[in-house]
């Protein structure tokens, strides 16, 4: 199996994550390379209809808010990895399997990490997410299974 230096987890908050961010340590420890938590807040606020111009703050949530949600979350699960040095933690905003592949590449990592889970065709087996993520990568892919976590 080859060893990994530069790890990416996509993190989604899910029940699983847990067990995506155990087998990301099975891989990492003997190198004691770099770790990163990735979360992607997908996030598209509501548009009105054309002929209304009054805003809908009731359906308009802060991006910022949620943005900084998922880094609180971030934190905690950061502070559970036994990991030196400390895991780099990321939130980006957008759809998430273009976000994931593009961070990968920005940090010209070797192995992505994702939840695989779905119910469809390729996925079914891995989940749309991981699917997409898993043909954009520009590094190896493990796709962690996840449906009975």
């Given at each position: 199996m080859p060893s990994y230096s530069n790890l990416l987890i996509a993190v989604d908050f899910s029940t699983?994550?847990?067990t995506i961010v155990n087998r990301a340590m099975e891989l990492i420890e003997p190198r004691r390379g770099q770790l990163t938590l990735v979360h992607v807040v997908d996030y598209l606020p509501p548009l009105g209809f054309p002929d209304d111009l009054s805003p809908m703050p009731?359906?308009?949530?802060?991006?910022?808010?949620?943005?900084?949600?998922?880094?609180?979350?971030?934190?905690?699960?950061?502070?559970?990895?036994?990991?030196?040095p400390a895991p780099r933690l990321e939130v980006r905003l957008g759809a998430p399997k273009g976000e994931i592949t593009h961070l990968a590449e920005e940090l010209k990592c070797d192995l992505l990490i994702i939840g695989a889970h779905g119910?469809?065709?390729?996925?079914?087996?891995?989940?749309?997410?991981?699917?997409a993520v898993l043909q954009r990568a520009p590094c190896d892919v493990l796709a962690v299974h996840t449906a009975s976590a």
């Open positions: 699983a994550t847990s009731a359906l308009i949530l802060d991006e910022d808010a949620l943005v900084q949600n998922a880094m609180g979350s971030l934190k905690r699960i950061a502070a559970e990895i036994k990991h030196d119910h469809r065709g390729l996925e079914r087996l891995l989940g749309s997410t991981a699917a």
